[in-house]
């Protein structure tokens, strides 16, 4: 499922599922196929890190909050975003994720129209 999606909403979406629970070995094994598809296997890395041990993420790759990208999610991916966005959420990111589930739903829901000019990119 096509979806099109800016960097800084990957930055605000990756940033909170990393700070999700992991309940088990299912829900690992999803996280990692998130990451994936949404093309942020080493910001994912890079946020756990820092969260963990300090440091930072450089930013300056995710700070673009106009450019969409297109990526392509699973139901299965899709389902599991969604449910992460279900959850409270910080308040700083708040309001893009809202914005961003509404978004996901809609893809869901079948009613998403991809930004026209991605339907080319990948």
């Excluded at 909170?16 to 949404?38: A, C, F, Y």
């Excluded at 959850?87 to 978004?103: F, M, P, Y």
């Amino acid at each position: 499922m096509k979806f099109g999606i800016t960097k800084f909403e990957l930055l605000a979406l990756t940033s909170h599922l990393v700070g999700l629970p992991s309940p088990n070995p299912e829900h690992g094994r999803r996280r990692l196929q998130s990451w994936d598809e949404l093309g942020v296997v080493e910001l994912a890395d890079d946020l756990a890190t820092v969260h963990t041990v300090g440091g930072q993420v450089e930013l300056a790759d995710w700070r673009d909050k106009k450019t969409m990208s297109p990526v392509d999610l699973t139901p299965d991916v899709l389902v599991h975003i969604i449910a992460g966005l279900s959850v409270q959420t910080t308040g700083v990111w708040a309001d893009v994720l809202t914005r961003l589930r509404e978004r996901l739903e809609r893809l869901r829901d079948k009613t998403y129209e991809l930004p026209e000019g991605l339907c080319d990119r990948q």
